[in-house]
């Protein structure tokens, strides 16, 4: 979803590799299909609740699998995320605060970063969250088919964090890793709210009538634990992307 929208941002500037392309638990092979150039490394484990099951999985791709990356390349750009954090705060996570996944996904994204830095000095962690885009499965487009064939649905409202739609992300992402930028940067969507209002924007902007209802965590149980709270701000002065809401227009087509 993401690695799509940079490489629709770069214009053919980007040479995208898929999967198929490059497995990037192969060292070998990222030493081989890198070979010192500028990455920006969109390569993961993303099934939050499967991890759960899945441990080593999802560390071999989000933790071993970055530091092949990062030791292969000239300056390397990975994509970490907002589950990094515990989510006990109440006020925006920055990038000095101290990660404590609640998550097996967390954790191993957590273990990315440290790969990413020990490998490649020349590194920069980007922190996002609860992204949403055109190339891939995503919160939007499930409320969407949800709504359409249910007409009724329950949302949790009990979650807070920072909606970022990827084709944003992703032109942000461009100009970092043109710069010179080391260490860790937060770059998320402008504005927060909970999937529970989240979810009734989507609906109202797609002009979809369905009934919809709020619950909490603990009445929609899952695998992994989400943090409760998980805003994220740059201290350092990171790029400022549009509202959750323009990028949902964006996201649905609706004119500006």
């Not at 092949?68 to 996570?93: H, M």
């Not at 979809?208 to 701000?233: D, K, M, N, W």
Request: with cysteine; hydrophobic share 40%.
């Amino acid at each position: 979803m993401l690695g799509q929208d940079i490489v629709r941002a770069a214009g053919g500037e980007a040479v995208a590799l898929t999967r198929a392309d490059l497995d990037v638990t192969d060292a070998d092979a990222a030493r081989e299909a890198l070979a010192g150039g500028t990455v920006i490394n969109c390569a993961g484990y993303t099934d939050v609740d499967g991890a759960e099951s899945d441990p080593e999985g999802a560390h071999a791709v989000n933790a071993e699998g970055a530091g092949n990356v990062a030791q292969a390349a000239e300056r390397v750009l990975y994509i970490s995320t907002d589950y990094v954090f515990a989510g006990a705060k109440r006020e925006p996570y920055v990038e000095s605060d101290p990660v404590e996944p609640l998550s097996v996904y967390g954790a191993s994204k957590a273990a990315g970063e440290r790969a990413t830095a020990e490998a490649n000095p020349n590194h920069l962690i980007v922190r996002s969250s609860w992204l949403f885009g055109r190339g891939g499965k995503n919160f939007v487009g499930t409320m969407l088919a949800l709504a359409r064939s249910r007409g009724e649905l329950r949302v949790v409202d009990d979650q807070v964090g920072c909606p970022t739609f990827t084709g944003h992300l992703a032109e942000a992402l461009l100009t970092l890793a043109a710069g010179g930028e080391r260490g860790v940067m937060h770059v998320a969507g402008g504005s927060s709210c909970s999937w529970f209002e989240f979810a009734r924007e989507i609906l109202a902007r797609a002009d979809i009538e369905a009934a919809l209802q709020p619950c909490s965590t603990g009445e929609f149980p899952r695998s992994a634990h989400r943090p409760a709270y998980s805003v994220l701000e740059s201290e350092r002065g990171g790029p400022t992307l549009p509202t959750w809401q323009d990028g949902l227009d964006a996201y649905l087509g609706v004119p500006v």
